[in-house]
């Protein structure tokens, strides 16, 4: 399953867990267990996406929109 992950990096495309649980039929903490075996071996390395308030106000008191986390990788 390690190689069928980096083979999908390699194809340059964004997936969900989900999409690659499904594209590798297994769940998706199986693939976030192999994506972090893969990891901390140095194949791929995680990129944490802060994304701010997508409603473009710019006169921000608060709001409950506030600033997003997600993650991705990629190939090291």
């Keep these: 399953m390690l190689n069928e992950i980096l083979d999908q990096f390699k194809k340059g495309k964004t997936f969900s867990l989900q999409e690659l649980a499904?594209?590798?039929n297994t769940d998706v903490q199986t693939v976030k267990a192999q994506m972090d075996y893969l990891e901390r071996q140095g194949y791929i390395k995680k990129v944490e996406l802060?994304?701010?308030c997508a409603s473009g106000c710019s006169s921000c008191?608060?709001?409950s929109?506030?600033?997003?986390?997600s993650n991705m990788w990629e190939l090291s």
């Design 65 to 69: 929109q506030g600033t997003h986390k």
């Design 61 to 63: 008191a608060g709001c």
């Design 22 to 24: 499904g594209s590798l």
């Design 50 to 52: 802060h994304t701010g």
